[in-house]
């Protein structure tokens, strides 16, 4: 069960119960929203997740200086542009049996890098950001 969106309590022997669209969709808005949140307030101003501090990545604009809060959400919603992309694949090829080849996609992202002329991953092309090592 989800919390703020199962429909009561439903007996362990019983069926899985599942919430109705309108509910699925104001969670779904409600988790991305949280996660726009988190990964712009941890991307701007010079901070970075703890990953990043972990491998000692470094978020920076082209320029050299910390990204800005809307360069920060235009990296975080220009991730999802492969995951969107597999989703509308999955749409047109699963009529046709053929949904599970738009699985790779949601890495395109990941793969742009492998043609992109500074090795930069999409989301980092798109938002005018660069990911430093150590």
Request: no cysteine.
């Amino acid at each position: 069960m989800l919390p703020l969106v199962s429909p009561g309590a439903v007996p362990a022997t019983g069926p899985l119960a599942v919430p109705p669209v309108p509910a699925r969709v104001g969670l779904f808005a409600a988790v991305l929203a949280v996660l726009a949140a988190y990964f712009t307030w941890s991307w701007s101003g010079g901070r970075a997740t703890l990953p990043q501090k972990t491998w000692r990545l470094q978020l920076a604009s082209r320029n050299g200086g910390a990204p800005s809060p809307a360069k920060a959400l235009a990296r975080f919603l220009a991730a999802w542009i492969g995951p969107a992309m597999a989703v509308a694949a999955y749409l047109l090829l699963a009529p046709h049996g053929l949904g599970a080849h738009a699985t790779w996609l949601v890495a395109f992202n990941y793969l742009w890098a492998l043609v992109d002329r500074d090795r930069q991953f999409l989301h980092d092309r798109v938002a005018g950001t660069v990911l430093l090592g150590p």
